[in-house]
Every structure is written in structure tokens, then in C-alpha cells.
């Protein structure tokens, strides 16, 4: 399981643009997406510079995961 710190998601659209970009990518489970905790949490092993990219090409910023 990792937690991605976003930042720039103010609402319910936000949120469905992550959890659709996260879910693109083979072997993503998405958990949860929340805007107002500013954080995705997924269940993946694949590289965290794959998840970041993902996150960006949708027009957030990844500022940590853990």
C-alpha cells in the first residue's frame, strides 16, 4: 500500500481525474482518492516515478510518498 501526497485537487472532479489516471496503469488497485486530505492511497508495487507521472499528466503534483 502507498499513500501519494497531491496537491491541487479542490473537489469531486479532481479526485475522479487521479483515481482515473492511477487506475491506467497495470498492477494499480486504487483505494481511495480524497481531496480534502489531499492524498491517494493505492495498492501497487509498481515504481513511484510511474505513479508521479501518471499524477502530473493529469494536472497534480505528487509532493511525497509514502
Same mark, same amino acid.
Do not use: P, Q
Given at each position: 500500500?502507498?499513500? /501519494?501526497?497531491? *496537491?491541487?485537487?479542490? +473537489?469531486?472532479? +479532481?479526485?475522479?481525474?487521479?483515481?482515473? !489516471? /492511477?487506475?491506467?496503469?497495470?498492477?494499480? *488497485? &486504487? &483505494?481511495? &482518492?480524497? !481531496? *480534502?486530505?489531499?492524498?491517494?492511497?493505492?495498492? *501497487?508495487?509498481?515504481?513511484?516515478?510511474? /505513479?508521479?507521472?501518471? &499524477?502530473?499528466?493529469?494536472?497534480?503534483?505528487?509532493?511525497?510518498?509514502?
Amino acid at each position: 500500500m502507498k499513500t /501519494l501526497k497531491i *496537491t491541487g485537487m479542490s +473537489c469531486g472532479h +479532481c479526485e475522479r481525474r487521479v483515481k482515473n !489516471a /492511477l487506475e491506467e496503469i497495470d498492477g494499480v *488497485t &486504487v &483505494v481511495s &482518492v480524497s !481531496a *480534502t486530505e489531499d492524498r491517494a492511497e493505492v495498492d *501497487t508495487n509498481v515504481e513511484d516515478d510511474v /505513479l508521479i507521472a501518471a &499524477v502530473e499528466e493529469a494536472g497534480y503534483t505528487v509532493t511525497e510518498i509514502v
